[in-house]
């Protein structure tokens, strides 16, 4: 299995931006369809964004839609979700997650690799 590790998470406030990176290692990158999810306190985990293998297809909830963007750089075996105009509702633990074969893109089931998870506060 590949290990997945986020970073770039941190306290911002309404209207502001951070970029979030998840860097694998142990398999190739491009081998994964990726997603983020996120889960805040008392809540079920969420879909956020998926980018497929080579980058050509992405996918985004509608709360998101206009404010984020996926992205990956698969020789630096690194994805990435760039949040613009954040807001308080987007408060939530964020995380990577990889999956070799099919499946629903936005269903957490279908992924079998999951990094620890990165912090996003956004301060109103």
């Known amino acids: 299995q590949v290990q997945l590790v986020e970073s770039g998470g941190g306290l911002v406030q309404a209207g502001g931006s951070l970029r979030l990176s998840c860097v694998a290692s142990?398999?190739?990158?491009?081998?994964?369809?990726m997603g983020w999810f996120r889960q805040a306190p008392g809540k079920e985990r969420e879909f956020v964004a998926a980018?497929?293998?080579?980058?050509?297809?992405?996918y985004y909830t509608n709360s998101v839609k206009g404010r984020f963007i996926i992205s990956r750089d698969n020789t630096k075996n690194t994805v990435y979700l760039q949040m613009n105009s954040l807001k308080p509702e987007d408060t939530a633990a964020y995380y990577c997650?990889?999956?070799?074969?099919?499946?629903?893109?936005?269903?957490?089931?279908?992924?079998?690799?999951w990094g620890q998870g990165t912090q996003v506060t956004v301060s109103s």
């Open positions: 997650a990889g999956r070799l074969g099919g499946g629903d893109y936005a269903k957490d089931e279908s992924y079998a690799s």
């Open positions: 142990g398999r190739t990158l491009s081998m994964y369809f």
């Open positions: 980018i497929s293998w080579s980058g050509d297809y992405t």
